[in-house]
Nanobody, 120 residues
Framework: VQLQASGGGLVQPGGSLRLSCAASGSILSINVMSWYRQAPGHAREFVAA???????NYADFVQGRFAITRDNARNTMYLQMNSLQLEDTAVYYCHADLWTDSGEYDMDHWGEGTQVTVSS
């Protein structure tokens, strides 16, 4: 099973980016999909999560700027990030807890990150 994050890049303050996280491999079902981020010198922190039925949850610092969605048919999650600020600069990681089609439960599956840099 792989989680592939993409969509990061360099953006000016106030700009927008849309991140994607595509899950592939021997997946039966995915429960919660989440985004975390880690800035240099800081611990990894929760950004947003979405359940299998589309219920979102956000970190307080998001303050209405980000929107998490998912496409269950494509096993893909998205994070629309608007009004980006300098402090949003970080590597963004996707996470999922899922069932494989061999019947194994993986509660802590991480993907490689995608770099988001907000700079003028």
């Amino acid at each position: 099973v792989q989680l592939q994050a993409s969509g990061g890049g360099l953006v000016q303050p106030g700009g927008s980016l849309r991140l994607s996280c595509a899950a592939s491999g021997s997946i039966l079902s995915i429960n919660v999909m989440s985004w975390y981020r880690q800035a240099p010198g800081h611990a990894r922190e929760f950004v947003a999560a979405i359940t299998s039925i589309g219920t979102p949850n956000y970190a307080d610092f998001v303050q209405g700027r980000f929107a998490i969605t998912r496409d269950n048919a494509r096993n893909t999650m998205y994070l629309q990030m608007n009004s980006l600020q300098l402090e949003d600069t970080a590597v963004y990681y996707c996470h999922a807890d899922l069932w494989t089609d061999s019947g194994e439960y993986d509660m802590d599956h991480w993907g490689e990150g995608t770099q988001v840099t907000v700079s003028s």
